[in-house]
């Protein structure tokens, strides 16, 4: 070969290879994916880091987390620690109670019977049955004004007077047993429906109220008109000595703020401080998978028709300001019947409730518009849920799922 073609062809395998190396250079590390993302949130979350290794384990109690859009799954996973004791570990069918989340299912309930023509709620309390006016201080003027609609939505000015100083009273009282205090109300902190305060022992009224009006008792209606047609055939309410199955126990950690590898747990459930035993406000045990179909069966028409659900998301009140409840004054933030609805600008609407009980740490939202669901139940309470929540949004906006 001639000096001259030897001399081209080795200046065209130079450029090759220097195009080669500015190519490789110049990539990068393709993004992590929105599944990805979600891990890298809930194992930052959750685990434990062996430093030799490099190996990540769950030891503490954990979640058990599943968002959805449509009948598509785009995550779904558990981590963590269900029970100390029999070391079982979360997964996707372990039940939680979720606490407050609870009020949605009462509160849907009520309005089943509201489209069946059984009640108005907009009636007052004192004329739907008289049990319930049995648990009421007498009719006057000032509280002949709550109406069904106020026990449902935070706005009927009862307050929360339950003997707190019974401590046995708190943690073991039954739905019944919790209204008895409503009889020595001498009068209302607001006028009904003009202020928000969250208290619990209304949707006790409701629990006597869907009694009266169903003719059955509270835990058969639920299950013959609310679970089964939801698909949640083994969710139930708690019971003292009821067995649950694949329960997952609450557990609170000894320092909040301590690294993960270091925490200590301790029990909380049923009799233990900070647990609360009634039903209609938070009794409910479930999994995300039986969570799940009940958000589907709603979106479905399965139990509301779509007049009646889009009531139950309405706004009744502004939560943000109000000055009875300053630990749930987020921006934008309003209630509906059983749900907190967040109206961010630039952010589709969400519908959401959380819950507390015990060990217990409850996140279950949806932005209906965008049929786009998320569960995250924790059997610990030790870290930020809304931290959480606005990363969760950031990851599945950024990926396209809120379009």
Known sequence: MNQPKLQQLSLLALTLISYLMITSCNQTKPALTAAEQLDSLFTARYGVTD???GKVTFPNPGASVLICKGDSVLFEKSYGESNYDTNTRIDKNTFFNIASVSKQFTAVAILKLYQEGK???ESSIYDVAPRVTSFLPPKNEEFAKIKIKHL??????IMD???RDDRHFVLTATDMQSLEYMKGIKSLRFTPGSQYEYINPTFQLLYVIIEEVSGKPFEQYMRDEIFTPAGMPETLYFEDGRDIP???HGYVADKDDAPEADKKF???DYGEESFFATKADGGIYTSVIEFNNWEKALRDNKILDSTTLALAYTPQIMVTGSPYCDYQNRENTYYAFGWFVDKTPNMPV???HTGDNGGYQIYAAKYPDKDLRIMVFENRNDHSRW????EIDNIIKKAGFLE
């Open 51 to 53: 430093t030799a290794s």
């Open 119 to 121: 009640l108005d709620i």
């Open 152 to 157: 449902m939505s935070h706005t009927s000015g």
């Open 161 to 163: 007077e339950r003997p």
């Open 246 to 248: 694949r329960m997952s």
């Open 266 to 268: 301790s029990e909380r």
């Open 350 to 352: 969400k519908v959401y």
């Open 387 to 390: 931290n959480m929540a606005k």
